[in-house]
């Protein structure tokens, strides 16, 4: 292992795509309860969008190793744990540090890849998947015969909810600029074009009882609009605040004033339910049940990939030199799914 040595991308500071650094080195060695995983693919997600522009609300000091989750191989094992899981395939969620070629990773925070899945394919189900996942039935707890929307159904997160939701036998009303609407009636979702379309008024001429849930990453004016679609007994879920994020200012209030009005949404007596839902924050909170749920969750994803259920969108594959090109490219709003790194 120690042959091949260490490449990463760095990110030193709020700079253009192409300012990201490649750094190389000794690979990593693996300490008590870690392992180290040699990457197999790793993917680009709107966090390391905002992080590059010092907007990502809790990211680290510059600079550092982006790069959310990513699939693997198990290289090597630290004191305390199993020798035999070298040569595991392994899933990992670990919100920076992800892209480089050998990370070293808690041994408790991988989840096993079943046999047969490409790790690209893996891969745009990490983050994105268990993002949904947990979306949809943890948070909305959506039923058969319900309808939902999804803003930006074209993209990563979107791509999977779409499909998941679908499996789940809820219709889907799907937000996206006309290029994606064919891929996403291929998904089974009713498209509606957010650039030239009264996006409410759209969505009320489809749903005029309300939508069930919403799954909103654009924070802003729509997170308010999309409130308003719920049905009575309806969810809001917010994941982010995308349409802030080429501002200027201060990168917590966006997070801040979406936490005030789902607290307000919450209070008022009308029977429907407000989230802010970020994947990682369950896990200061408590890190077992995290990693409990992150394992059983992950677990479903991989089952309903294996059954057709979710097929893998992936918009591009780079290799992690090109680091830059797959970040403009991720940020060009003109793909559909997730672009992703491989070593």
């Known amino acids: ?30 300490g008590p309860g870690q392992v180290v995983v040699r990457m197999e693919a790793t993917g680009v997600s709107f966090a ?4 590059r522009r010092g907007r990502y609300y809790d990211q680290p000091p510059f600079p ?45 925070d991988v989840v096993p890849v079943p046999a047969g899945i490409d790790p690209a394919e893996a891969e745009t189900l990490v983050v994105n998947g268990i993002t949904a996942w947990q ?4 948070k909305a707890r959506v039923r058969a015969g319900q309808t939902v929307l999804v803003h930006g159904a074209n993209g990563g997160v979107g791509s999977v909810l779409v499909q998941l939701a679908r499996a ?26 957010y650039r030239t379309e009264d996006v409410p008024a ?6 005029p009882g309300g939508v069930d849930a919403v799954f909103d990453h654009i924070g802003g004016r729509s997170v308010v609009d999309s409130w308003h679609l719920l049905a ?14 080429d501002d200027q200012g201060s990168k917590q ?26 994947v990682w924050a369950g896990r200061a909170l408590n890190k077992d049940r995290f990693r409990a749920r992150l394992r059983d969750d992950l677990t479903q994803v991989f089952a309903a990939q294996q059954r057709g259920d979710v097929t893998a969108q992936i918009a591009a594959r780079l290799p992690l030199v090109q680091a830059a090109d797959a970040l403009r490219l991720a940020e060009s709003g003109t793909v559909t799914g997730k672009v992703v790194l491989t070593p």
């Open 64 to 108: 550092f190793v982006p790069g959310y989750d990513l699939v693997g191989t198990v290289a090597a094992t630290g004191e305390g744990v199993d020798a035999e899981l070298v040569g595991t395939r392994v899933a990992a969620l670990v919100k920076v540090g992800g892209w480089a070629s050998y990370v070293v990773v808690d041994a408790a």
């Open 253 to 278: 209030w966006p997070v801040l004033k979406l936490l005030g009005r789902v607290w307000l949404w919450n209070a008022l007596p009308n029977g429907r339910h407000a989230y802010f839902f970020n």
């Open 168 to 193: 789940a036998g809820v219709k889907v009303i799907g937000t996206a600029s006309a290029r994606h609407h064919d891929a996403l009636r291929a998904l089974g979702a009713v498209p509606v074009d």
């Open 135 to 138: 979306m949809l039935h943890r």
């Open 1 to 30: 292992m120690n042959a091949e040595g260490l490449v990463e991308v760095v990110l030193p500071g709020k700079v253009e795509p192409e300012g990201l650094e490649i750094r190389k080195g000794p690979a990593p060695t693996a």
């Open 232 to 245: 009575p007994g309806g969810t809001l879920v917010s994941y982010g605040s995308a349409s802030t994020r």
């Open 48 to 51: 390391e969008q905002q992080m």
């Open 202 to 207: 759209r969505v009320r001429e489809l749903a």
